[in-house]
């Protein structure tokens, strides 16, 4: 079987079709080729032979994450406290926005911090890993050491998805997608501990930089959203804005999650790794969860598609609808009081 059509370069905006046809004819064989149809005993052994030979035994991957949770969650108590629950009352937003604009606050900050250093390790650390896939996997080797730019990002990744398990469970607002939201939570912390145990950080940092920019327009958008109503007053220019800016999150979202997310990381991890490395480490699970991630962009973009019917054929206004229509929405970011909405109540 020959190389695949972008082993060696691919470009800004591979084509769609040629990606998809490459992951049939390649990534799914290679799929049915590793699956344990003769018995699942000598898989079980090939697989913890090779957690022997590649897993580097780090305790910070235990330690650091749990500290940085905690630190995030700390952090994020005492700026809702300080701050971030008084800038809605210096602008006397309603109480609806009041209460939902730490959160979105909170993950506007974090999520770019993030995003910014992916950007910096994905272009300018490393090789140019968007546009040569090869350069992911061409200096792998078992117990290949992580440079310390890529680790602290990994340290602080995996403790910000522990806070957010946590802050989902206790500080944010319940949503439609609960359920797929901490399993998206626990997948992506998953990936990044399986990729940081076994050195696969060059495509990790791809994931991380496809993932982390959606949350920020989106955030901003409702941040923007939230400044509607000032005092009583309606005012049209924050809707507006919000309006533009969820126009380019959808944007962003399809670009980044449904087109490059599988024509750069899946076809890297599923075509290019085990050309260049034909017998790697996790093939199965590692793919297994990045597909799993990949769907669930899917379902989340069925809340896009449904908000856009709402606005472009119905008039409605920019709403989150994943949160519930009817029973109670808690939120719960002032960190002690829980406060509802009954039925009845526009949740925006």
Request: glycine share 6%.
């Amino acid at each position: 079987m020959g190389h695949p059509t972008y082993f060696n370069d691919s470009p800004l905006f591979p084509n769609p079709l040629v990606c998809a046809k490459d992951i049939v004819e390649y990534g799914f064989h290679e799929i049915n080729v590793r699956l344990p149809w003769n018995g699942i005993g000598p898989w079980v052994q090939e697989t913890l032979d090779w957690i022997q030979l590649s897993i580097r035994p780090d305790l910070n991957v235990l330690i650091w994450p749990m500290v940085i949770c905690l630190v995030f969650t700390v952090v994020r108590v005492f700026l809702n406290r300080v701050l971030f629950t008084k800038i809605p009352v210096w602008f006397k937003l309603n109480e609806t926005s009041s209460e939902k604009f730490p959160e979105s606050l909170w993950k506007f900050i974090v999520y770019s911090i993030t995003w910014g250093w992916s950007i910096y390790l994905v272009f300018f650390k490393e090789e140019p890993l968007f546009f040569n896939l090869q350069s992911q996997w061409t200096k792998w080797y078992p117990g290949e050491p992580i440079e310390p730019g890529v680790h602290w990002l990994y340290m602080v990744q995996m403790g910000f998805y522990l806070h957010c398990i946590y802050a989902t469970l206790y500080l944010e607002t319940i949503r439609k997608d609960f359920v797929v939201l901490m399993l998206h939570h626990v997948l992506t912390l998953g990936l990044l501990s399986i990729s940081y145990l076994i050195s696969y950080h060059r495509i990790g940092l791809m994931v991380l930089f496809l993932q982390d920019i959606g949350d920020i327009t989106l955030e901003l958008s409702k941040l923007i959203f939230y400044f509607k109503e000032q005092n009583g007053v309606e005012c049209r220019w924050p809707e507006i804005g919000a309006n533009v800016g969820f126009v380019v999150f959808t944007f962003q979202y399809v670009l980044f999650r449904l087109y490059w997310l599988p024509s750069k990381a899946l076809y890297s991890s599923l075509i290019v790794s085990m050309h260049v490395y034909p017998d790697g480490p996790m093939y199965l699970l590692f793919n297994a969860m990045l597909i799993s991630l990949y769907l669930m962009h899917l379902y989340w973009f069925k809340f896009i598609v449904q908000l856009l019917i709402k606005i472009l054929v119905y008039g409605e206004k920019v709403s989150d609808n994943r949160e519930e229509d009817g029973d109670q929405i808690k939120t719960k970011e002032d960190g002690d009081q829980i406060k509802t909405k009954e039925d009845g109540d526009q949740i925006k």
